[in-house]
């Protein structure tokens, strides 16, 4: 209270100070003084308030700018990776085209749709069916060498075997020497090249294609070159690994074909 009544006098005191000042230029009512004086007041305090909260304003501004500018950002990520699958599939689809041309067994070309969650098995589904022409045992290609073949068929679709898959079998033959043997898989990227005998020249680099055989495969469709070679230890046959030219895990369209 002493403190409240104390800043009352002084404000009478200085009040009473300015008018008397003021008295012997020009007439100033206690009214005007008192309405100038908290005009004055809102100003100052209008000035320091604004003062102190427009770095806060900017920032602000500045903080909504750059989530519009991170979502724009995003926005056009997304079309420009949209754009680069769109140009790499336009890719794809040239080269199965350009195949197409090449191969007169083409039956269709289908996408791969869905993959088997079973690492042993690896099979996968296409969107293609007896509709389109496939029928089972038919054979998938790619522009790289043989995928695998067709193991079942529906109306609207059909899975594929891939020769990764630990089912799978072929007539082969080395490309060079015209060494036949059985390529199976193994459930990984890696295939097995069976009954080759020890004494036949295999060496690591060595093209394998298909020998036709078997009766199933066109011959001399590419299937992968020779990553290992152990005569050691192996009986009168040779352990021999071939990794495949097709990696099933990146293929996205293949193309069905008939033996004939």
Not at 10 to 29: D, K, P, V, W
Not at 199 to 223: Q, Y
Not at 237 to 247: A, Y
Request: proline residues 3%; hydrophobic residues 40%; positive net charge.
């Amino acid at each position: 209270m002493p403190k409240k009544r104390l800043l009352i006098l002084l404000f009478i005191i200085i009040s009473i100070g300015l008018m008397t000042y003021q008295s012997g230029r020009e007439h100033i009512s206690p009214f005007q003084f008192l309405s100038n004086t908290i005009n004055r007041f809102h100003e100052l305090k209008n000035s320091i308030k604004n003062f102190v909260t427009s770095p806060f304003k900017t920032l602000l501004l500045r903080e909504e700018e750059n989530k519009r500018l991170k979502a724009e950002l995003s926005g056009l990520l997304k079309e420009q990776q949209k754009f680069i699958e769109a140009i790499q599939e336009n890719k794809r689809l040239k080269e199965l085209l350009s195949l197409k041309e090449r191969e007169h067994r083409y039956v269709t070309a289908a996408r791969i749709i869905a993959k088997s969650i079973d690492p042993w098995s690896n099979a996968v589904i296409l969107d293609k069916g007896t509709k389109d022409g496939v029928a089972k045992d038919m054979v998938a290609i790619t522009d790289k060498g043989l995928a695998g073949k067709i193991s079942s068929v529906s109306y609207s679709y059909s899975y594929l075997l891939p020769l990764t898959d630990i089912n799978f079998s072929a007539g082969t033959r080395l490309r060079d020497s015209r060494t036949e043997g059985i390529i199976s898989g193994t459930g990984f990227r890696k295939c097995k090249l069976k009954y080759i005998h020890y004494e036949e020249d295999v060496k690591k680099g060595d093209v394998v294609i298909t020998s036709g055989l078997d009766l199933l495969f066109p011959p001399g469709i590419p299937i992968g070159y020779v990553s290992k070679v152990d005569k050691k230890g192996v009986g009168i046959f040779q352990d021999i690994e071939v990794i495949p030219f097709v990696n099933n895990t990146w293929t996205e369209f293949v193309m069905i074909i008939k033996r004939e």
